[in-house]
């Protein structure tokens, strides 16, 4: 025999192998997969509920997304902020990217927050390496740098974040975290604290300094001691280039008509109950406010900025269609509040899943679901806290969960 014979018999060996091969290894790999699907569901039985409703289809689907719409992103940077209603937004990630069977890029610590407080670093992420499979989605308390592109490398983004009145933040921020940060805690109240800030920052530890002034510039990856009306407007102009949509707290509503619009998602998707509502409201006298402002600088040009952006943005789109998705929005929410809220309880109160952080000495309400809103698996997610959601997720992703806290 000659070579080419040798190398024609074995290339016909070779495609009958691959010809009964591959069928075989197809049927291999169904039953892998129906295999790994029902070792996941096993696994994330820590509560008999909770992935029996994760892991069923939604029922509900009255609002089906408009065929021809295109994502401007397949992948999300989610900043959560501190104190502008991240969580009901980030809630709204979390059921998306889940319905979807999205991954999410965890915190390698085990716990639901990267460590905010410093700048955020790719080795940060649980099973990073330069090499490994790149997650759909970041969404957790983080400080934004250039570092959570490594994790992106070659997709397409969209950016999201979300910002406050920094007036009103200020005095959420002061109020919940008094007795956390010691900075507030000296202080006392926000008057004595905006009297002589630089006297009571001396004192802060270094997780809870950067509340102390201009937290959203910080947590953007900017100093947030700058006061150079210069560099805060070129910082302006850096962030404007990277992020597609600073959703604005005080319009929360029309902020997520932008978002659906933006990635193409369905009115179930972004409908939220409010949690971590505070329980009382007070007023700033006009001096304190003025304090705050001059104090916040940088943070109040951040807001003025991208408040103008989202307008912008909104008559873009069409003013009409965001206000109809915004109604559309709000009847759907009033259906399922009814539906499925009790009422608004402390933690002690609740059940795990629905228990939120509250920082010592404060009071934060959770849902209590109707029994009809248990079991509606919507309501139920909507009304799931950070923490048992990240252990949802964790379990899913197969990270060990043992390190995660509890409330
Ligand atoms: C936000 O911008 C809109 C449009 O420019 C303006 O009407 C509104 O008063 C602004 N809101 C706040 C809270 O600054
Ligand atoms: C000192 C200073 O720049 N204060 C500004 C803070 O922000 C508000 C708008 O939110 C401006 O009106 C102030 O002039």
């Not at 639901?112 to 410093?118: G, V």
């Not at 001059?294 to 807001?303: G, I, P």
């Not at 509250?358 to 009809?372: D, F, R, S």
């Not at 309501?379 to 995660?404: D, F, H, V």
Request: charged share 25%.
């Amino acid at each position: 025999m000659n070579a080419i014979s040798i190398g024609g018999m074995f290339r016909t060996g070779v495609t009958i192998v691959i010809l009964i091969l591959l069928p075989l290894l197809y049927i291999v790999k169904l039953k892998l997969e129906t295999s790994y699907e029902r070792e996941t569901s096993y696994i994330s039985t820590h509560d008999d509920l909770v992935p029996r409703l994760l892991h069923t289809d939604m029922n509900i689907q009255t609002f089906a997304q408009e065929s021809h719409c295109r994502p401007i992103a397949e992948k999300i940077v989610f900043l959560k902020t501190h104190k502008t209603a991240s969580s009901t937004v980030q809630n709204v990630l979390l059921r998306w990217g889940r319905k979807n069977k999205k991954t999410f890029a965890l915190p390698k610590s085990g716990k639901s927050i990267f460590k905010y407080w410093k700048s955020f670093k790719a080795s940060d992420v649980h099973g990073y390496c330069e090499s490994c499979p790149k997650p759909d989605i970041i969404a957790h308390h983080l400080r934004y740098s250039p570092e959570v592109e490594k994790l992106f490398v070659g997709d397409s983004v969209y950016h999201l974040s979300i910002i406050r009145n920094p007036t009103s933040m200020f005095e959420s921020l002061f109020n919940y975290m008094k007795g956390a940060a010691p900075q507030f805690k000296m202080a006392g109240t926000l008057d004595k604290f905006l009297d002589n800030p630089h006297k009571f920052m001396k004192h802060s530890k270094s997780m809870t300094d950067f509340f102390s002034k201009n937290h959203l510039t910080y947590e953007f990856g900017f100093d947030p001691m700058q006061d150079d009306p210069k560099i805060i407007a070129e910082n302006l102009k850096i962030i404007g280039q990277k992020w597609d949509l600073i959703m604005i707290t005080e319009y929360m509503a029309e902020s997520l008509a932008v978002l659906k619009h933006d990635l193409c998602l369905t009115i179930e998707d972004v409908v939220c109950f409010i949690t971590n509502a505070r329980p009382k409201k007070s007023h700033l006298s006009t001096k304190t406010q003025e304090k705050l402002l001059e104090w916040n600088k940088s943070d109040a040009r951040l807001y003025d900025h991208f408040n103008k952006t989202l307008w912008k943005r909104i008559s873009h789109i069409g003013e009409e269609k965001i206000a109809t998705d915004v109604q559309k929005m709000r009847n759907l929410i009033d259906q399922l509040t009814k539906k499925c809220v009790l009422g608004y309880l402390p933690n002690k109160e609740l059940q795990p899943d629905f228990r939120t952080y509250q920082p010592p000495g404060m009071i934060v309400k959770g849902i209590q679901l109707t029994e009809e809103g248990f079991k509606d698996p919507l309501c139920y997610q909507m009304a799931m806290s950070e923490l048992p959601w990240t252990r949802e997720l964790m379990k899913a992703q197969g990270i060990p969960t043992n390190k995660l806290d509890k409330y």
